[in-house]
């Protein structure tokens, strides 16, 4: 169901980006501005928690497809927002690490 996607982009963004994203069940998010400058990766990379983007450092695509990713999962128009599968796939792609944390 497009809900069940819905609130995995809020989870997802709250997450990435240590806000609240939505500021009531039925108000809009509070990311809704990251339509404007989706396209414009700096302006959305500084959106990410401190702490994330310095975990990501040198990978700053995988982090911009997830922000990416949770953004479209809160669209306005459930019509829109991707379908579980399909966010699973956007995730499968990004390369996880043996690194130790």
């Known amino acids: 169901?497009?809900?069940?996607?819905?609130?995995?982009?809020?989870?997802?963004?709250?997450?990435?980006?240590?806000?609240?994203?939505?500021?009531?069940?039925?108000?809009?998010?509070?990311?809704?501005?990251?339509?404007?400058?989706?396209?414009?990766?700096?302006?959305?990379?500084?959106?990410?928690?401190?702490?994330?983007r310095a975990e990501l450092e040198g990978r700053e695509e995988d982090l911009f497809a997830c922000l990416k990713l949770g953004y479209n999962c809160i669209s306005h128009v459930p019509q829109k927002r991707p379908p579980m599968k399909e966010a699973l796939q956007v995730l499968e792609k990004i390369p996880t690490s043996s690194a130790p944390s």
């Open 1 to 52: 169901p497009k809900w069940d996607v819905y609130s995995f982009g809020v989870v997802l963004l709250e997450l990435l980006t240590g806000k609240v994203v939505v500021s009531d069940e039925l108000g809009p998010p509070v990311l809704a501005g990251l339509a404007v400058v989706l396209e414009d990766k700096t302006r959305v990379l500084r959106m990410a928690d401190p702490a994330i």
